[in-house]
């Protein structure tokens, strides 16, 4: 295993400028209306960490709970299921084919997989799902288990990502993708207008004086980039959104000091599975070099220890799920992040547990039962 480059804090020198609409409005109202009409949809709970605050000397903070998004697990259902809603319905209408001889394929880490799965099981059409060699057999058996065919290739998600988009192509299959590229952008759109709708029960949920900073967790960048859009929308003034990566899959970080989306190589090996990208997604990127105020890196040592610290405040995290307050943490204690991001005892976090323990027995391992 490489060894942990360890906690990193870079300010974004871009932060604020004024950019491209990537996420129009339009767009959002009908992910809104589409889910919401959804049966089993229910805002998640926006739950108080008391203790986690007057351990980080901030006033207050608050996390959106997405253990228990549509029995699945992750908010992902918010982003992966409605694209799957979308391409197929428009895929059906331009062959005059019934959803049922259209096959929806995608990579996965775990969350994304299972939410096309689960997409296309409601839609009625097949789905193939590409992981690749670390994603643990729960994860894969989860996917399974919603009835989609499960293929593992050699390599990281990066690579996974390829060999969906190859099959796709030769096959004729829908590529219902999270992360995007060039020509490649309106499924991963959908994703992320999605995804914002978690942002926005956040934001009706949020009483008092709006926060002063948001941490969110990227992989390829999608959802910080939607929940970016979202808390500027949402919350007057905005707050300063903040980051959070794998010290070892950090290529959002590394982006913003290249000033252009670059990737990062290496094996990816974290703990945090969701987030263990090295390629920047295209349109979360046009977002996040303007809307992000800074990029932290953490070791996966600080979302174990994050894990904990939520439990021990009642919230069920996975490691990639409590990696925005592991990022909060490990900025509180380090005297130079804290002043550079304008942590203080003024100061009212959201962060978004984006999972709950996707990998039970992983967690059961992580996260020992108390009492
Ligand atoms: C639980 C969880 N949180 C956060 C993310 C990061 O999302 P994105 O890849 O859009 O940055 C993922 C991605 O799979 C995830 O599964």
């Not at 993708?177 to 952008?185: C, K, M, R, V």
Request: with cysteine; proline share 6%; charged share 20%.
């Amino acid at each position: 295993m490489e060894r942990s480059p360890g906690f990193r804090c870079f300010l974004n020198p871009r932060a604020g400028a004024p950019g491209m609409v990537v996420l129009p409005e339009a767009g959002f109202r009908r992910a809104r209306a589409a889910i919401a009409a959804w049966p089993g949809y229910a805002p998640t709970p926006l739950r108080d960490l008391p203790g986690i605050a007057a351990a980080t000397g901030v006033a207050a903070i608050r996390i959106k709970d997405e253990s228990g998004r549509f029995g699945l697990g992750s908010f992902k259902a918010l982003g992966g299921a409605y694209a799957v809603d979308m391409a197929v319905g428009a895929e059906a209408a331009r062959r005059a084919a019934p959803p049922a001889a259209l096959t929806v394929t995608c990579a996965t880490d775990g969350n994304h997989g299972r939410a096309v799965a689960w997409g296309a099981a409601r839609a009625g059409c097949r789905a193939v799902i590409f992981v690749h060699a670390t994603v643990s057999p729960g994860r894969a058996e989860a996917i399974a288990r919603l009835g989609a065919e499960i293929r593992r290739v050699p390599g990281t998600y990066d690579d996974a990502v390829r060999a969906a988009a190859a099959t796709a192509e030769a096959e004729g299959w829908i590529v219902v993708s999270d992360t995007s590229w060039p020509g490649y952008t309106e499924i991963p759109r959908a994703v992320m207008q999605g995804y914002r709708v978690m942002a926005d029960e956040a934001a009706d949920q949020w009483t008092g004086a709006p926060p002063s900073h948001v941490f969110i967790q990227g992989g390829v960048g999608g959802v910080a980039a939607a929940v970016a859009v979202q808390v500027h929308a949402g919350f007057a003034p905005a707050p300063s959104v903040v980051v959070v990566e794998p010290d070892r899959a950090a290529c959002l970080l590394a982006s913003a000091e290249a000033g252009h989306a670059v990737a990062v190589g290496g094996a990816l090996d974290t703990i945090m599975a969701g987030l263990a990208c090295g390629e920047p997604s295209l349109l979360a990127w046009q977002v996040l070099e303007r809307a992000a105020a800074a990029f932290l890196a953490i070791p996966d040592e600080a979302a174990v220890a994050a894990m904990r610290a939520l439990a021990a405040e009642g919230v069920e995290a996975g490691e990639s799920g409590a990696a925005g307050a592991a990022g909060l943490i490990a900025a509180a204690a380090d005297p130079a992040a804290r002043a550079a991001l304008g942590l203080n005892d003024r100061s009212r976090v959201l962060l978004f547990g984006t999972e709950g323990a996707t990998d039970p027995e992983l967690y059961r391992r992580l996260v020992p039962a108390r009492g």
